[in-house]
């Protein structure tokens, strides 16, 4: 039965909600693609950063709303994604109302395990499908279970699935009719005298506040993000007391009976097979997280990854840069008449949007593989893999993936970070991903290092160099990670846990799938932030615009030259080189005079002790919407235009003759580092800000935002500091 779209997910009144929950890598999100199709909507649940998607299905001729929620071991909150979870199914989050039904996704092949969840969630009293997913990897290890003992012993519709291949997905719809029709529940736990007594105590001290599942959790959680009211407190010590005086450990009473009645509950359900073979999974992993062969499989592993990005997009970026500025070049030639809103079309409107389309290949690429990796259960092992290397800064394993796709660019990378379940990691990671140097800070210092070392010390210490900068901003992030998790999230210690997955082949729907969500959710969220940054600079290089700047120009260029101003008007309309080296010394002075160039001016006291002039300070405030733009700038300030890039003999020439009013060169090797040093650290990239506000939230791009250029400020004044002593 085809998906359908409803006006909006979740907020026509009285719309029936499915909410899917289960383990992290039981295929709950390829059921939920199954179940919607392509109509699905992605954001966030108010004021958390946790991911929101929600689609629309029509089931027994009913539109119903579809929400999948973030992967949970237990309803014991540990972390941010299981609060989410708590709080949907129990109508607490702000936004949402409690579902009407639950479908919990089970790995077949994991029965006992994934029922734990489900036990928990009984206790709701809600309407409830089991869906016995991966059902053909269980069939393939000869598990055989008994789907009508299962369903007569817990009371609910039990449905075998494999959602990768669309197996079982109308039985499942006609699952949940019925269960909503029926009002099927899922039996709970008999809990002895002293768990029974507790309860009781702890609902009648709360003025019977809170329901059977909440007042489980406040019973048996210690270490648990759902916070209980002060004035509650007592009543919670007073209950958790009957059970210690019961010799029940609050701590280890809930699993033990819950796992204890699940026994009870699939004695007979499930036949194994007499001798048990090893899997192909097992078979594979003595591979693939072998503590040697392992490591060179995920190193090459990355490298595919990392070139692609870098080189795969290459071409596609160059294609859509030449459309873009073919479409610039033919928009200003019907507007020449109009010089300034030819700039603002040309270089505002369809620059802006050309400068938030270009990224669009790395995060399809980016995103490619990520669904490649995840679906096929490699990234699991690259996560166990990379733990004990990141682990001693407040990272996991999973960090990795995010800030090596920062090299090629920090938006995939920061957009990459969602595979981390552990919010604070997550948060981390995020913050510390643009000191990676993305491919954006290449021009700077291809630019820099071909000017000024190349030529003195040849190509070999000029490769060494352009090296090194690429490690700058990694040296940087990793002390910035333990900073961060000891000081500031105050983050506590604890264990990587991690479910190895069965390995699949992804399935190409689902990869493309997430490749379109992806770079949509890019193109419409993001880029609407980035577009807005494209336009205020180019207001900020534009205006004002002195009446008298062309006269004046026009006259020092025909002193310059010791000809009238008459004589050069002539030579400019027949020699077009004239007529470009007048305009482009024109430019130079609008740009001196906008108010960036005045900004540039009034700041450079800042920047002195880093060594840096007028001109690079005006380069440098151009350059936060997007790094590479201080090319452009530097071009327009030398009187060599707005088209020079990072291999141009002219921009190199005259950047290298440039000098102090005393004489003095502008660029020397301590000012050459410290302006690299400041690119490699400093968050010039306004679409990587916009990225953070979309996954963290404004807050924390302001505080990526300051941090990073504070941080670059300190590197490029001791670099330069430093540098000059050496020299000296």
């Known amino acids: 039965m085809e998906a359908t779209q409803t006006s909006t997910v979740n907020e026509a009144i009285g719309q029936i909600e499915i909410a899917l929950v289960g383990n992290p890598n039981t295929g709950k999100t390829t059921l939920f693609n199954r179940l919607t199709g392509v109509r699905q909507r992605v954001g966030n649940y108010p004021g958390v950063t946790v991911e929101k998607k929600a689609g629309s299905t029509r089931i027994a001729g009913e539109a119903m709303a579809v929400i999948d929620l973030p992967g949970a071991y237990s309803l014991a909150a540990a972390s941010l994604d299981e609060r989410v979870v708590f709080d949907v199914l129990t109508g607490h989050m702000a936004g949402t109302k409690k579902p009407d039904v639950i479908v919990c996704v089970v790995d077949a092949a994991n029965l006992m395990r994934n029922l734990f969840l489900a036990s928990q969630i009984s206790e709701l009293g809600l309407p409830m499908v089991i869906a016995l997913n991966m059902w053909d990897q269980a069939r393939d290890r000869n598990i055989v279970i008994d789907t009508q003992l299962l369903s007569d012993r817990l009371g609910v519709p039990v449905v075998p699935t494999v959602a990768a291949k669309g197996e079982g997905i109308e039985e499942l719809r006609d699952a949940i009719a019925h269960a909503l029709e029926d009002e099927t529940r899922m039996v709970t736990v008999d809990w002895p ?94 591979v693939l997280t072998h503590r040697f062969w392992g490591l060179i499989i995920f190193v090459a592993l990355m490298w595919v990854v990392f070139q692609s990005i870098y080189t795969w997009a290459g071409p596609m970026m160059d294609g ?82 995010p800030m090596l796709s920062g090299y090629a660019c920090a938006i995939p990378g920061v957009m990459g970070a969602r595979t981390i379940e552990d919010p604070k990691a997550r948060l981390t990671t995020i913050l510390i991903v643009p000191l990676m140097s993305c491919s954006a800070r290449l021009p700077v210092y291809i630019l820099f290092i071909g000017a000024f ?19 700058v901003g990694l040296a940087v992030a990793l002390p910035i990670a333990v900073v961060m998790n000891r000081f500031i999230l105050r983050t506590k210690p604890s264990p990587f846990v991690l479910e190895m997955p069965s390995y699949h082949v992804p399935q190409a729907r689902d990869v493309l799938w997430r490749m379109w969500d992806r770079g949509k959710e890019f193109l419409i969220r993001a880029g609407t932030v980035i577009f807005a940054f494209t336009i205020i600079i180019w207001a900020l290089l534009y205006f004002p615009r002195p009446a008298d700047v062309e006269t004046r120009v026009t006259e020092q260029h025909a002193v310059a030259q010791n000809i009238t101003v008459d004589e050069l008007t002539a030579l400019v309309e027949t020699d077009e080189d004239a007529a470009g080296l007048l305009q482009h010394a024109i430019d130079s002075a609008y740009m001196e005079q906008s108010y960036m160039g005045r900004a540039g001016k009034a700041a450079q006291p800042v920047f002195a002790p880093a060594g840096f002039d007028w001109k690079t300070t005006v380069g440098v405030l151009a350059s936060f919407p997007a790094r590479e733009v201080i090319i452009a700038t530097l071009g327009i300030t030398y009187s060599l235009g707005g088209e020079e890039d990072e291999e141009s003999d002219a921009l190199r020439d005259a950047m290298a003759a440039s000098t102090h009013p005393d004489g003095s060169p502008v660029f020397t090797l301590p000012v050459v580092f410290a302006v690299m040093v400041f690119f490699a650290l400093c968050s010039q990239c306004g679409a990587t800000l916009a990225v953070i506000v979309r996954e963290l ?21 001791a670099t330069y500091q430093v540098g000059s002593m050496i020299a000296a």
């Not at 990526?704 to 590197?715: D, E, K, Q, R």
């Open 320 to 401: 859509i840069d030449w459309l873009f500025g073919s479409i610039g070049d033919w928009a200003g030639g019907l507007l020449e008449g109009s010089p300034m809103l030819q700039s603002l079309v040309v270089d505002g409107v369809i620059g802006g949007v050309g400068g938030v389309v270009i990224f669009l290949p790395q995060i399809l690429i980016l995103f490619l593989f990520i669904a490649i990796l995840e679906d096929s259960g490699y990234m699991a092992r690259a996560a166990f893999l990379m733990d004990k290397l990141f682990s001693w800064c407040g990272l996991n394993g999973k960090s990795f993936v």
């Open 697 to 717: 939230n404004w807050r924390w791009a302001v505080f990526t935002f300051v941090y990073m250029t504070v941080l670059a400020w300190i590197g490029a004044v």
């Open 193 to 286: 005298q002293p768990v029974v007594d507790a309860d009781a105590q702890f609902h009648r001290a709360t003025d019977q506040a809170y329901a059977a599942a909440e007042r489980t959790r406040f019973l048996f959680d210690i270490d648990c993000c759902i916070e209980l009211p002060a004035e509650h407190r007592k009543a919670q010590t007073d209950a958790r007391q009957i059970l210690t005086d019961n010799d029940l450990d609050p701590i280890s009473t809930e699993a033990v009976l819950r796992y204890g009645f699940l026994a009870e509950q699939i004695e007979g359900v499930i036949t194994h097979p007499t001798q048990r073979k090893a899997t192909t999974t097992e078979s594979v992993d003595k």
């Open 453 to 471: 070392v190349e030529p003195v010390h040849g190509a070999t210490i000029a490769a060494l160099c352009l090296f090194a900068m690429h490690f």
